[in-house]
């Protein structure tokens, strides 16, 4: 696998002061956001976050992302640890895919209907540049910060040992509770 990666440069941040390093996998770019002390940490706290432009940056209601990611980088910039921003939006079907799930959800089908109705699975992510990204920075244990079995799996199965799971745990609202209970009932997320 070909993949390009940055030095590593500062970024202080609302949250904290991070170190970062950005990695490039084809046409996508992903980037590592760790703690001050990550590289004293044993078995770090690690966080593999999906990116989401419509909740991470316009603040959306209809789904638990925002909250997920900054739950995470606070608890990372207090405990220490990693934030793997994992760019494939919408499930990796994309900005314009997923605006168009968007609206067969407001005709009342959950997320994975909507996905599957537009010609995609119910997740079509691609974990490969998190294995890269793991042997980069040297990670053999970790304490993994998730809800999605997917993730626990395809983690363990780069024999990387977890030592705990962290449930990323946010408040619901009326826009986003269906969305939640799809993930738990169809998706068997773990809160």
Not at 107 to 122: K, P, S, W
Not at 127 to 134: A, K, L, M, P, T
């Given at each position: 696998m070909n993949i390009e990666k940055s030095n590593i440069a500062n970024l202080?941040?609302?949250?904290?002061?991070?170190?970062?390093?950005?990695?490039?996998?084809?046409?996508q770019e992903h980037l590592a956001i760790m703690s001050e002390n990550f590289e004293n940490l044993e078995s770090?706290?690690?966080?593999?976050?999906?990116?989401?432009?419509?909740?991470?940056?316009?603040?959306?209601l209809k789904c638990d992302c925002q909250n997920q990611l900054d739950l995470?980088?606070?608890?990372?910039?207090k405990e220490g640890g990693l934030v793997i921003y994992h760019r494939q939006e919408g499930r990796n079907i994309g900005l314009l895919n997923k605006v168009n799930a968007y609206a067969l959800q407001d005709?009342?089908?959950?997320?994975?209907?909507?996905?599957?109705?537009?010609?995609?699975?119910?997740d079509d992510r691609d974990?490969?540049?998190?294995?890269?990204?793991?042997?980069?920075?040297?990670l053999k244990k970790i304490k993994l910060i998730t809800n999605n079995p997917k993730k626990l799996s395809y983690v363990e199965s780069l024999?990387?040992?977890?030592?705990?799971r962290i449930p990323a745990i946010?408040?619901?609202?009326?826009?986003?509770?269906?969305?939640?209970?799809?993930?738990?009932?169809?998706?068997?997320?773990?809160?």
């Open positions: 202080p941040t609302k949250y904290g002061k991070f170190k970062i390093r950005a990695y490039k996998q084809n046409n770090p706290y690690v966080r593999i976050h999906s990116e989401c432009l419509t909740g991470d940056t316009l603040g959306s995470s980088l606070k608890f990372i910039s005709q009342g089908r959950n997320t994975i209907e909507a996905n599957l109705e537009l010609g995609f699975g119910e974990y490969s540049v998190v294995d890269e990204i793991f042997k980069d920075l040297n024999g990387i040992e977890i030592v705990e946010t408040k619901t609202n009326v826009h986003n509770e269906h969305y939640v209970n799809t993930k738990k009932e169809k998706m068997g997320h773990m809160f």
